[in-house]
Protein backbone atom coordinates (compact mmCIF):
# COMPACT_ATOMS: atom_id res chain seq x y z
CA UNK A 1 0.00 0.00 0.00
CA UNK A 2 1.21 3.34 -1.30
CA UNK A 3 2.35 5.93 1.22
CA UNK A 4 0.05 9.14 1.13
CA UNK A 5 1.04 12.71 0.75
CA UNK A 6 -1.33 15.57 1.33
CA UNK A 7 -1.74 18.65 -0.57
CA UNK A 8 -3.21 21.67 0.36
CA UNK A 9 -4.07 24.22 -2.11
CA UNK A 10 -4.13 21.49 -4.44
CA UNK A 11 -6.39 22.86 -7.21
CA UNK A 12 -4.53 26.35 -7.31
CA UNK A 13 -1.95 27.41 -9.81
CA UNK A 14 1.19 25.63 -8.09
CA UNK A 15 -1.15 23.08 -6.57
CA UNK A 16 -2.04 21.61 -9.33
CA UNK A 17 1.71 20.31 -10.80
CA UNK A 18 2.70 19.56 -7.39
CA UNK A 19 -0.12 16.85 -7.14
CA UNK A 20 0.84 15.73 -10.27
CA UNK A 21 4.65 14.98 -9.61
CA UNK A 22 3.93 13.42 -6.32
CA UNK A 23 1.91 11.20 -7.90
CA UNK A 24 4.19 10.71 -10.88
CA UNK A 25 6.77 9.94 -7.79
CA UNK A 26 4.54 7.01 -6.57
CA UNK A 27 2.76 8.30 -3.63
CA UNK A 28 -0.98 8.52 -3.24
CA UNK A 29 -1.72 11.75 -3.50
CA UNK A 30 -4.78 13.64 -1.69
CA UNK A 31 -5.39 16.50 -3.13
CA UNK A 32 -7.55 19.16 -0.55
CA UNK A 33 -9.37 21.79 -1.91
CA UNK A 34 -12.12 24.29 -0.84
CA UNK A 35 -14.25 23.47 -4.02
CA UNK A 36 -13.59 20.89 -6.25
CA UNK A 37 -13.75 22.05 -10.26
CA UNK A 38 -13.46 19.87 -13.06
CA UNK A 39 -10.14 19.96 -15.21
CA UNK A 40 -8.23 21.34 -12.31
CA UNK A 41 -6.30 18.14 -11.06
CA UNK A 42 -4.40 14.84 -12.45
CA UNK A 43 -6.59 11.70 -12.43
CA UNK A 44 -4.53 10.43 -10.20
CA UNK A 45 -5.65 12.23 -6.92
CA UNK A 46 -7.77 11.70 -4.55
CA UNK A 47 -9.47 14.92 -4.31
CA UNK A 48 -10.93 16.21 -0.53
CA UNK A 49 -13.49 19.17 -0.37
CA UNK A 50 -11.89 20.97 3.15
CA UNK A 51 -11.25 23.97 4.10
CA UNK A 52 -7.70 23.65 6.07
CA UNK A 53 -7.53 26.69 7.98
CA UNK A 54 -11.22 26.12 9.16
CA UNK A 55 -10.31 25.36 12.95
CA UNK A 56 -12.47 21.90 13.24
CA UNK A 57 -10.46 20.60 10.16
CA UNK A 58 -9.11 17.42 11.16
CA UNK A 59 -6.61 15.76 8.92
CA UNK A 60 -7.04 12.51 9.95
CA UNK A 61 -10.89 12.69 8.37
CA UNK A 62 -8.57 13.12 5.34
CA UNK A 63 -5.90 10.36 5.45
CA UNK A 64 -4.83 7.66 7.99
CA UNK A 65 -2.40 9.62 10.13
CA UNK A 66 0.19 6.31 9.85
CA UNK A 67 -0.13 6.56 6.56
CA UNK A 68 0.84 9.78 5.14
CA UNK A 69 4.89 10.46 4.68
CA UNK A 70 4.45 13.95 4.29
CA UNK A 71 1.72 17.17 4.36
CA UNK A 72 2.19 19.76 1.91
CA UNK A 73 0.82 22.95 2.73
CA UNK A 74 0.30 25.18 -0.81
CA UNK A 75 -2.88 27.00 0.16
CA UNK A 76 -2.66 31.06 0.41
CA UNK A 77 -5.15 33.80 -0.39
CA UNK A 78 -4.21 36.48 -2.48
CA UNK A 79 -0.52 35.42 -3.57
CA UNK A 80 -0.23 37.70 -6.23
CA UNK A 81 -1.68 40.51 -4.19
CA UNK A 82 1.41 41.68 -2.27
CA UNK A 83 0.03 43.88 -0.06
CA UNK A 84 -3.82 42.24 0.28
CA UNK A 85 -4.93 42.55 4.33
CA UNK A 86 -5.85 38.83 4.03
CA UNK A 87 -2.26 37.89 4.33
CA UNK A 88 -2.01 39.06 8.27
CA UNK A 89 -5.78 38.45 8.84
CA UNK A 90 -5.42 34.85 7.98
CA UNK A 91 -2.03 33.97 9.38
CA UNK A 92 -3.03 32.66 12.95
CA UNK A 93 -5.08 30.04 10.91
CA UNK A 94 -2.08 29.35 8.69
CA UNK A 95 0.00 28.43 12.05
CA UNK A 96 -2.59 26.57 13.92
CA UNK A 97 -2.95 23.95 10.71
CA UNK A 98 0.70 23.40 11.15
CA UNK A 99 0.49 23.03 14.59
CA UNK A 100 -2.67 20.66 14.52
CA UNK A 101 -0.83 18.06 12.25
CA UNK A 102 1.91 17.81 14.67
CA UNK A 103 -0.38 17.21 17.34
CA UNK A 104 -2.23 14.61 15.07
CA UNK A 105 0.90 12.73 14.99
CA UNK A 106 1.99 13.83 11.30
CA UNK A 107 5.68 13.40 11.00
CA UNK A 108 6.87 15.34 8.21
CA UNK A 109 5.29 18.68 6.82
CA UNK A 110 6.65 20.92 4.37
CA UNK A 111 5.28 24.91 3.12
CA UNK A 112 5.89 26.99 0.76
CA UNK A 113 7.28 30.13 1.33
CA UNK A 114 8.66 32.91 -1.44
CA UNK A 115 11.78 35.03 -2.30
CA UNK A 116 9.58 38.23 -0.56
CA UNK A 117 10.11 37.33 2.74
CA UNK A 118 13.58 38.15 1.98
CA UNK A 119 12.91 41.84 1.30
CA UNK A 120 15.42 44.18 -0.50
CA UNK A 121 18.26 42.01 -1.23
CA UNK A 122 21.59 42.15 -3.94
CA UNK A 123 22.62 38.39 -4.99
CA UNK A 124 22.34 34.51 -4.66
CA UNK A 125 20.01 34.08 -1.56
CA UNK A 126 20.62 31.13 0.88
CA UNK A 127 19.03 29.52 3.64
CA UNK A 128 21.22 32.11 5.83
CA UNK A 129 20.06 34.88 4.17
CA UNK A 130 18.40 37.30 6.55
CA UNK A 131 14.91 38.14 6.07
CA UNK A 132 13.51 41.65 5.90
CA UNK A 133 10.16 41.85 4.50
CA UNK A 134 8.29 44.74 3.04
CA UNK A 135 4.96 43.79 2.02
CA UNK A 136 2.30 42.29 3.80
CA UNK A 137 2.85 38.68 1.97
CA UNK A 138 6.73 38.94 3.01
CA UNK A 139 5.81 39.45 6.41
CA UNK A 140 3.03 37.27 6.89
CA UNK A 141 5.28 34.27 5.05
CA UNK A 142 8.16 35.17 6.95
CA UNK A 143 6.09 34.67 10.41
CA UNK A 144 4.76 31.92 9.58
CA UNK A 145 8.05 30.33 9.02
CA UNK A 146 9.46 31.38 12.19
CA UNK A 147 6.53 30.42 14.28
CA UNK A 148 6.24 26.95 12.74
CA UNK A 149 10.02 26.40 13.40
CA UNK A 150 10.01 27.38 16.66
CA UNK A 151 6.84 25.52 17.54
CA UNK A 152 7.15 22.73 15.48
CA UNK A 153 10.24 22.26 14.08
CA UNK A 154 11.95 19.59 17.05
CA UNK A 155 8.77 17.55 16.76
CA UNK A 156 8.64 16.99 13.69
CA UNK A 157 10.37 17.30 10.16
CA UNK A 158 9.57 20.67 8.79
CA UNK A 159 11.08 21.87 5.13
CA UNK A 160 10.27 25.62 3.84
CA UNK A 161 9.93 25.51 0.55
CA UNK A 162 11.31 29.13 -0.80
CA UNK A 163 10.13 30.04 -4.17
CA UNK A 164 11.04 32.74 -6.82
CA UNK A 165 9.58 33.71 -10.29
CA UNK A 166 7.08 31.23 -11.76
CA UNK A 167 5.74 31.38 -14.85
CA UNK A 168 4.36 29.16 -17.24
CA UNK A 169 0.76 27.72 -17.05
CA UNK A 170 0.46 31.42 -18.38
CA UNK A 171 -3.73 31.70 -18.08
CA UNK A 172 -3.36 30.47 -14.23
CA UNK A 173 -1.70 33.41 -12.86
CA UNK A 174 -1.02 36.86 -12.32
CA UNK A 175 1.81 38.23 -13.81
CA UNK A 176 3.62 40.02 -16.20
CA UNK A 177 3.63 36.72 -18.45
CA UNK A 178 -0.80 36.79 -18.51
CA UNK A 179 -1.27 40.35 -19.26
CA UNK A 180 1.10 40.07 -22.37
CA UNK A 181 -1.51 37.34 -23.21
CA UNK A 182 -4.40 39.20 -22.22
CA UNK A 183 -2.72 42.45 -24.57
CA UNK A 184 -2.55 40.07 -27.32
CA UNK A 185 -5.81 39.13 -27.09
CA UNK A 186 -7.19 42.32 -27.08
CA UNK A 187 -4.60 43.30 -29.85
CA UNK A 188 -2.69 45.33 -28.45
CA UNK A 189 0.96 45.71 -30.18
CA UNK A 190 2.44 47.67 -27.52
CA UNK A 191 3.01 46.70 -23.62
CA UNK A 192 3.62 49.80 -20.95
CA UNK A 193 6.66 48.05 -19.37
CA UNK A 194 9.69 48.77 -16.78
CA UNK A 195 13.20 49.25 -17.76
CA UNK A 196 13.10 45.63 -17.45
CA UNK A 197 16.64 45.75 -15.65
CA UNK A 198 15.84 43.93 -12.25
CA UNK A 199 17.57 40.02 -12.60
CA UNK A 200 15.16 37.27 -11.16
CA UNK A 201 15.17 33.44 -10.66
CA UNK A 202 12.65 32.24 -13.23
CA UNK A 203 11.14 28.70 -13.15
CA UNK A 204 8.42 27.13 -14.98
CA UNK A 205 5.59 26.06 -12.74
CA UNK A 206 5.91 22.67 -13.97
CA UNK A 207 9.36 22.30 -12.72
CA UNK A 208 8.48 23.65 -9.76
CA UNK A 209 5.79 21.31 -9.01
CA UNK A 210 8.37 18.59 -9.45
CA UNK A 211 10.93 20.39 -7.18
CA UNK A 212 8.29 20.46 -4.14
CA UNK A 213 7.25 17.02 -4.46
CA UNK A 214 11.04 15.97 -4.21
CA UNK A 215 12.04 18.44 -1.48
CA UNK A 216 8.73 18.01 0.71
CA UNK A 217 9.23 13.78 0.72
CA UNK A 218 12.91 14.05 1.33
CA UNK A 219 13.20 12.15 4.48
CA UNK A 220 15.54 13.91 7.09
CA UNK A 221 15.73 16.83 4.97
CA UNK A 222 14.56 20.14 7.27
CA UNK A 223 14.83 24.16 7.14
CA UNK A 224 15.31 26.63 4.20
CA UNK A 225 15.01 24.63 0.50
CA UNK A 226 15.37 27.03 -2.75
CA UNK A 227 12.94 25.95 -4.77
CA UNK A 228 14.67 27.58 -7.97
CA UNK A 229 16.45 27.83 -11.04
CA UNK A 230 19.63 29.42 -9.46
CA UNK A 231 19.87 31.29 -12.99
CA UNK A 232 19.58 35.55 -12.68
CA UNK A 233 18.03 36.52 -15.98
CA UNK A 234 16.67 39.90 -16.62
CA UNK A 235 12.86 40.56 -16.53
CA UNK A 236 13.39 42.28 -20.26
CA UNK A 237 15.07 39.05 -21.39
CA UNK A 238 12.86 36.82 -20.15
CA UNK A 239 9.71 38.54 -21.35
CA UNK A 240 11.30 39.10 -24.79
CA UNK A 241 11.75 35.38 -24.32
CA UNK A 242 8.28 34.55 -24.05
CA UNK A 243 7.17 37.21 -26.71
CA UNK A 244 8.90 35.44 -28.88
CA UNK A 245 8.45 31.82 -27.73
CA UNK A 246 4.26 32.74 -28.08
CA UNK A 247 4.34 34.35 -31.09
CA UNK A 248 3.32 37.63 -30.23
CA UNK A 249 2.59 40.28 -32.08
CA UNK A 250 3.79 43.19 -29.41
CA UNK A 251 6.35 44.97 -28.62
CA UNK A 252 7.67 46.26 -25.09
CA UNK A 253 7.72 50.46 -24.40
CA UNK A 254 10.88 50.56 -21.76
CA UNK A 255 10.25 52.65 -19.05
CA UNK A 256 6.46 53.36 -19.20
CA UNK A 257 6.39 52.28 -15.48
CA UNK A 258 9.02 53.01 -12.83
CA UNK A 259 10.14 49.42 -11.48
CA UNK A 260 8.69 48.67 -8.19
CA UNK A 261 11.03 50.77 -5.09
CA UNK A 262 11.18 47.62 -2.85
CA UNK A 263 12.08 45.52 -5.85
CA UNK A 264 15.83 44.39 -5.26
CA UNK A 265 18.05 44.64 -8.87
CA UNK A 266 18.56 41.15 -8.72
CA UNK A 267 17.55 38.28 -6.15
CA UNK A 268 18.29 34.55 -6.85
CA UNK A 269 18.21 31.40 -5.28
CA UNK A 270 21.48 29.22 -4.08
CA UNK A 271 19.94 26.35 -5.88
CA UNK A 272 22.73 23.79 -4.87
CA UNK A 273 20.26 21.70 -2.57
CA UNK A 274 17.36 21.06 -4.87
CA UNK A 275 19.84 20.78 -7.89
CA UNK A 276 21.55 17.44 -5.96
CA UNK A 277 18.02 16.13 -4.77
CA UNK A 278 16.77 16.29 -8.48
CA UNK A 279 19.58 14.66 -9.84
CA UNK A 280 18.90 12.21 -7.67
CA UNK A 281 14.95 12.23 -8.04
CA UNK A 282 13.01 9.17 -10.52
CA UNK A 283 12.51 12.58 -12.41
CA UNK A 284 16.30 13.07 -13.50
CA UNK A 285 16.31 9.04 -14.14
CA UNK A 286 13.32 9.14 -16.30
CA UNK A 287 14.77 11.74 -18.65
Do not use: C
Not at 106 to 123: D, Q, T
Not at 148 to 163: K, Q, S, Y
Amino acid sequence: MNKIVVITGAGGYVGRHVTRAVAELGYEAVAVVRQRRDGDLAAEARVVEADVLDSSFDISAVAPVKRIAAVIHLAWQDGFVHNAPSHLERLSDHYRFLAALVEAGVSRIAALGSMHEIGYWEGAVTAETPTNPVTLYGIAKDALRRSATLTIGNRAEFVWLRAYYILGDDRRNRSIFAKLLEAADRGETVFPFTTGRTLYDFIDVAELGRQIAVAATAEGLTGIVNVASGEPESLANRVERFISENELDIALEYGAFPDRPYDSPGIWGDAATITELMARSPFARRD
